[in-house]
């Protein structure tokens, strides 16, 4: 699924990244930290934009990070990863000074973000940058009115979807202006990456769609409706006329907000 998430805002990325190193101006950019690289979407990406940069991936899952290191291979970018198994919420992890830090979607999870913020600006270099992205929301795939059920699905689903993140990760949806604010950042830039793809949708990204929704129909099984159990069961059918892999309907709408930030 993360893979699938980054085929489909690889422009948006591209777009981000390029930014990052047109802020950092003259600063080098050599010692970069990715914080919970996941299956490395954002390391490959910095990697790109920074030839001259090595990347320490920070992960909690050894799963996570050998899938990165095979990537890396096939990319052409082995020996520029250092892979660091660590959780950043029992202490910081032994990086060495960092140039850029990035966190995306990675933020939200810690126990204390006010500490771990405060932990990389102590790290990064005078001049060092913090690039953080946060998506607030699911992504929508759908029509309002997909023909069966009751319309309106995804919003349904938007709502119980935050009063489950509301339970376990509560520093999601966060004034993340206000603590990077705090920690001692000044906010060089703002603002919101906005994916949108009209129908019809590449195959990647109609994959992402049914990944999603899957993921969705399992995290919230207890919660739904069984009207709204059964309208889902239709879509991940393998076939049916109003099954995902038949529809031709189906779009891609995400927005995940930025910061771009330097200590202040």
Do not use: K
Not at 35 to 50: H, I, M, N, Y
Not at 165 to 173: F, K, S
Not at 217 to 226: I, K, N
């Amino acid at each position: 699924m993360l893979d699938l998430d980054a085929d489909v805002s690889a422009e948006q990325l591209g777009r981000f990244t390029a930014r990052v190193a047109a802020l950092a101006g003259d600063h080098p950019v050599r010692d970069v930290v990715d914080l919970g690289a996941g299956t490395g979407t954002g390391t490959f990406a910095l990697l790109r934009q920074f030839p001259e940069a090595r990347v320490t991936a920070v992960d909690t899952a050894d799963e996570m990070l050998g899938h990165l290191a095979g990537s890396a291979q096939r990319h052409g970018f082995d020996g520029r990863i250092r892979p660091l198994r660590a959780d950043v919420d029992e202490r910081w992890p032994e990086t060495g000074p960092a140039d850029l830090i990035w966190a995306a979607s990675s933020m939200h999870h810690m126990a204390d973000p006010d500490r771990v913020l405060r932990d990389i600006r102590a790290t990064l270099r005078p001049g060092g940058q913090l690039a953080m992205i946060e998506m607030e929301s699911m992504p929508h795939f759908l029509p309002d009115d997909l023909g069966i059920g009751t319309p309106g699905l995804e919003s349904r689903c938007d709502v119980l979807m935050a009063e489950a993140r509301a339970e376990h990760l509560p520093h999601m949806g966060s004034d993340w202006t206000a603590r990077l604010t705090a920690a001692g950042f000044t906010i060089r830039e703002s603002g919101d990456l906005v994916v949108d793809l009209p129908a019809p949708v590449p195959a990647a990204a109609a994959r992402y769609a049914y990944a999603t929704l899957q993921r969705m129909r399992a995290g919230l099984a207890d919660r739904l409706t069984s009207e709204d159990r059964d309208t889902l069961d239709v879509l991940l059918a393998d076939d049916g006329p109003h099954s995902l892999r038949n529809r031709t309907d189906l779009t891609v709408r995400s927005t995940r907000s930025f910061w771009i930030a330097t200590p202040a």
